[in-house]
């Protein structure tokens, strides 16, 4: 079975930054394209970022551009994202999520992914 596990959320303060990772088992990780999501309760989830199979193709959701980075290590299938410049407003679940893409360009859209990790929660105060 494709499982996929988040770690990495915390409680910060504004100004800070996290590094969120996703370990990947059940799946030949390498043919698999990769995002990320969140999801603050009361709101629809939201796309931040994806990744190609083969580092070809990034996304990145204009709100976020410029303080993500979306990265994978296949050698130990894992999957990051690192957030910098924290915010309250981005305070909310963060998941990952693969589909089965050997090439072509990642794709946003959580539609797209079949597969889902149980998300972490990152809180952002003062």
């Known amino acids: 079975d494709v499982q996929l596990q988040a770690s990495g959320g915390g409680s910060v303060q504004p100004g800070e930054f996290l590094r969120l990772s996703c370990a990947a088992s059940g799946l030949a990780f390498n043919d698999y394209a990769i995002a990320w999501f969140r999801q603050d309760p009361g709101k629809e989830r939201e796309e931040i970022s994806c990744?190609?199979?083969?580092?070809?193709?990034?996304y990145y959701t204009d709100p976020m551009k410029g303080r993500v980075t979306i990265s994978r290590e296949d050698a130990k299938n894992m999957v990051y994202l690192q957030i910098n410049n924290l915010k309250p407003e981005d305070t909310a679940v963060y998941y990952c999520a693969t589909e089965l893409r050997l090439k072509g360009p990642c794709r946003p859209k959580g539609n797209d992914y079949d597969y889902w990790g149980q998300g972490t929660l990152v809180t952002v105060s003062s």
């Open positions: 990744l190609s199979s083969r580092e070809d193709s990034t």
